[in-house]
């Protein structure tokens, strides 16, 4: 694909979002096997450059089409219910262009929002296997001569296979926190397709390894953990997940209509002639139907509450003041609104992709329907983050007005 083919050429907001339906019914063909079969997408992220929707949350005035929160989590939705790899794939990628946007622009946030106005995607990771607590970094820079290399590994590189450029978290020469963006055809830099978890199978969420992987100068950014943007962009991040979720049960949903349409058949002892005027059916049907409704609306009312923040954010970088209470109090109020709703929506996909198997006997455990991988997919999805202590977090929030944990962006 050439880089005119790649470009996001200007395309207003109405036009991008238009071409999502199409988008989204290409890259659902064939989902399904290709979850059988363990094929990675490539296909799709060919699709997804091509129709510019990688700029979705580029502002205007940095010369994106200047989509809110609310449209990108429909954005994920529609490709989650089309194939929910594809989209949760893409999850680093929207996270990286929320830390762009909502900070003061500088030379390297303007340099990479260019690259995605090309084309570009962004994959990378973060996290390490055997380090003694989740989130610790061990990975360093080192000087060779005059080179700057990285060596070590990373795991959970969700999408990187898929991606022209990786964003890793490394410790610089000094010890200090630090991300690297390479581009990921880079000599030493190693993707490996090892995730083995039991959903989610084709997000290539598994190693990099590095090598002698050569870093240059003006690809180190130091970070800080702690800024609000950060924490803001959290809360993106956890309320992207459940975006997600809410394509899986939109395709619960889709999935259980078709089959009693075609292929479900009345139990014994129904009195109606044909499964979709048998009264249970129906009753679990509707209830499906307002399972994905009530997703829906929770994950709309949710990024409206993110799209606050975001703008507080970026009018504080325009004017050099993102400290200020107000902001801060936005930014805690999405955290807040972003568990609540993780926690509902967890209960309701996950009741859903089993209530789906309620619509029709035994023979809607045929693997050639390969409805498990609903539940396999949203239950990977949920354990991403524990549940039990966003609930705790939550409640002593309520209960004592602790904000510690919501404070430090780690859970949410």
Request: charged share 25%; proline share 3%; glycine share 8%.
């Amino acid at each position: 694909m050439n880089a005119v083919d790649r470009a996001f050429s200007g395309a207003p907001l109405r036009t991008l979002l238009e071409r999502l339906p199409a988008l989204a019914a290409s890259i659902a063909e064939g989902a399904s096997q290709r979850e059988r079969e363990g094929t990675l997408p490539f296909e799709a992220f060919a699709l997804l450059r091509a129709s510019g929707l990688g700029a979705l949350r580029i502002p205007t005035e940095r010369g994106g089409p200047g989509g809110s929160i609310e449209d990108l989590v429909q954005v994920v939705a529609t490709l989650a219910a089309a194939d929910s790899n594809v989209a949760h794939a893409l999850r680093t990628h929207y996270n990286a262009i929320e830390l762009w946007t909502s900070a003061p622009p500088n030379a390297d946030s303007d340099r990479q929002l260019a690259r995605v106005l090309e084309g570009a995607l962004f994959g990378g990771a973060f996290t390490e296997l055997g380090t003694p607590r989740s989130g610790t970094v061990t990975t360093a820079l080192e000087r060779q001569g005059d080179r700057i290399v990285l060596n070590g590994s990373k795991y959970y590189a969700t999408g990187t296979a898929f991606s022209d450029f990786a964003s890793i978290a490394v410790r610089d020469e000094e010890g200090r926190d630090a991300t690297v963006i390479v581009p990921t055809g880079r000599a030493g830099l190693h993707v490996k397709d090892d995730w083995d978890g039991m959903g989610q199978r084709l997000t290539a969420s598994g190693s990099l390894e590095f090598e002698d992987l050569e870093v240059r100068p003006d690809e180190i950014v130091l970070t800080s953990p702690r800024s609000l943007q950060r924490r803001h962009a959290s809360s993106l991040r956890q309320l992207y997940l459940v975006a997600v979720a809410a394509g899986i049960v939109r395709n619960v949903f889709s999935d259980a209509v078709h089959y009693v349409r075609h292929h479900a058949r009345p139990a014994a002892h129904s009195p109606a002639s044909a499964a979709a005027e048998d009264h249970f059916t129906q009753w679990v049907v509707g209830d499906l139907a307002a399972y994905t409704h009530a997703v829906d609306a929770l994950i709309a009312d949710n990024a409206r509450q993110l799209d606050r923040s975001a703008e507080a954010l970026r009018r504080g970088a325009a004017n050099g003041d993102v400290e200020e209470e107000g902001v801060q109090q936005l930014v805690l109020d999405g955290a807040l609104a972003t568990a609540k709703t993780q926690l509902a929506v967890s209960r309701i996909a996950l009741q859903a992709a089993e209530r789906l198997f309620e619509a029709g006997g035994a023979s809607a455990t045929s693997r050639r329907h390969n409805f498990d991988r609903h539940w396999r997919n949203l239950r990977t999805i949920f354990s991403h983050n524990p549940l039990l202590q966003k609930a705790r977090v939550v409640g002593d929030y309520h209960l004592n007005g602790t904000t510690k944990h919501l404070e430090e962006g780690k859970v949410f």
